[in-house]
């Protein structure tokens, strides 16, 4: 069973999340949950405060590990909408995603992942890490 970083938040606080967002150090994933879980965490982020955004990723994510919908802890239902989606087809997103050479392109064609959000996107995953580039947006 994947780790969402539920047991890290209730051990350390909210404070464990703190860092995450940098993209210093985020890696490239190396398994479909891991690249779902960052997809999920800047859908659940997006146009909200970093606060709303942890606490609703954090109940989303809950909701996925039980085998319910996204919907049951978000109530936005395009964005729970896109987040099933994304959890549903992760092994099959993850594979396009490795063998895609234009990853920002491919991630811009994510379910509510658009031309602003997919540079957000971009930090977690560590693109911009491995390109020595920066964000614009």
């Given at each position: 069973?994947?780790?969402?970083?539920?047991?890290?938040?209730?051990?350390?606080?909210?404070d464990a999340?703190?860092?995450?967002?940098?993209g210093?150090?985020?890696?490239?994933?190396?398994t479909?949950?891991?690249?779902a879980?960052h997809?999920?965490?800047?859908i659940?982020?997006?146009?909200v405060?970093?606060?709303?955004?942890?606490?609703?990723f954090?109940?989303?994510?809950?909701?996925?590990?039980?085998?319910?919908?996204?919907?049951?802890?978000f109530?936005?239902?395009?964005?729970?909408?896109?987040?099933?989606?994304v959890?549903?087809?992760?092994?099959r997103?993850?594979e396009?995603y490795?063998?895609?050479?234009?990853?920002?392109?491919?991630l811009a064609?994510?379910p509510?992942v658009g031309p602003?959000?997919k540079?957000?996107?971009?930090?977690?995953?560590?693109?911009?890490?491995?390109?020595?580039?920066?964000a614009?947006?």
């Amino acid at each position: 069973m994947p780790s969402f970083g539920l047991e890290e938040t209730m051990r350390y606080g909210a404070d464990a999340f703190q860092g995450a967002g940098s993209g210093a150090d985020n890696a490239a994933p190396e398994t479909a949950d891991e690249f779902a879980q960052h997809v999920i965490e800047t859908i659940c982020h997006a146009s909200v405060t970093p606060g709303i955004g942890r606490r609703t990723f954090e109940r989303c994510m809950r909701a996925l590990d039980l085998g319910s919908t996204a919907r049951v802890a978000f109530r936005h239902p395009a964005k729970a909408e896109a987040i099933d989606t994304v959890w549903r087809e992760r092994e099959r997103l993850f594979e396009e995603y490795n063998a895609c050479p234009d990853k920002l392109r491919f991630l811009a064609t994510l379910p509510w992942v658009g031309p602003v959000t997919k540079h957000s996107l971009a930090r977690r995953l560590g693109i911009y890490a491995e390109h020595g580039q920066r964000a614009v947006a």
